[in-house]
């Protein structure tokens, strides 16, 4: 009779009062979405810090470099030749903007690829270029050989745009003078009116350069002018007295 009551006796807590429990697990973040968090922090940082910062730099450098090789295209080019040039990335520039604008569905890929021509060939042109610039900045007309030496008087000339120069008479000493052709305003020359064939090839020239060069002047008169036409005919010639 005791063991068919202990059998009924339904069992209860154990002695130490203690109560099973079950684990409790915190769920896993699925990895694709960890790795599209890492993205788009990713992307926020390129968006709103990177791009911000690196594009005027870029930018600037890239206009830089285009003006650069740009002015050396025009000063090698001479008067006509620097027409010629602007001229023709002028019109480059229009037709590539129209036929951008008719094409609103071209792709990222061509537009940059266009743009990336014309600043190649920018950049190929000043760097083809930068010898005959150079030279064209330090010398002194196609053919002139300037005397050697240190210049012992400096003489400037300003060519205003009235047509004429700032005097009609100059004086300086006899030997090298170095000649600084200021620019006054509008486009002139400034030549030599002589029976010396090295000095006849002599020329500066604003705004384009070069603007100074040497001559070897003796004692007497010279006459210098300006040998663009019309320009001595309305009076832009004056005398150098060598002394």
Same mark, same amino acid.
């Given at each position: 009779?005791?063991?068919?009551? *202990? ?17 409790? @697990?915190?769920?896993?973040?699925? @990895?694709?979405?960890? *790795? ?29 470099? =285009? ?9 090698? &080019? ?10 023709? %990335? ?32 920018? %950049? ?5 270029? %930068? ?8 010398? &002194? !007309? ?16 300003? *060519?205003?745009?009235? $047509? ?5 008479? =100059?004086?300086?000493?006899? !030997? ?7 620019? #006054? !305003? ?21 705004? !384009? &350069? ?6 070897? $002047?003796?004692? #007497? ?23």
């Amino acid at each position: 009779m005791a063991d068919d009551e *202990a059998a009924a006796t339904p069992s209860g807590p154990s002695e130490s009062g203690a109560v099973a429990t079950t684990e409790e @697990t915190t769920p896993a973040v699925p @990895t694709a979405e960890l *790795a599209a968090a890492r993205d788009a922090h990713r992307e926020a940082v390129q968006t709103r810090v990177l791009i911000p910062l690196l594009l005027p730099l870029i930018t600037a450098v890239a206009v830089l470099i =285009y003006v650069l090789n740009l002015s050396r295209a025009l000063l090698a &080019g001479g008067k006509w030749g620097a027409l010629a040039i602007a001229s023709i %990335i002028t019109v480059t520039i229009l037709v590539g903007a129209a036929f951008i604008s008719s094409r609103p569905r071209l792709r990222t890929s061509t537009l940059v690829m266009l743009v990336s021509t014309l600043f190649a060939l920018v %950049i190929a042109s000043g760097l083809t270029t %930068i010898g005959p610039s150079e030279e064209k900045e330090t010398g &002194g !007309g196609g053919g002139y050989q300037p005397p050697a030496g240190a210049p012992v008087a400096t003489l400037s000339v300003t *060519a205003e745009p009235a $047509l004429k120069f700032d005097a009609t008479d =100059y004086t300086v000493k006899a !030997g090298v003078v170095q000649v600084n052709y200021v620019d #006054g !305003g509008g486009t002139h020359t400034l030549n030599f009116d002589t029976s010396d064939p090295n000095l006849q090839k002599f020329e500066l020239d604003v705004p !384009g &350069g070069p603007k100074t060069g040497k001559v070897d $002047l003796k004692p #007497g008169k010279y006459t210098i002018y300006c040998n663009i036409p019309g320009h001595r005919a309305a009076g832009m010639q004056a005398t150098i007295t060598v002394q």
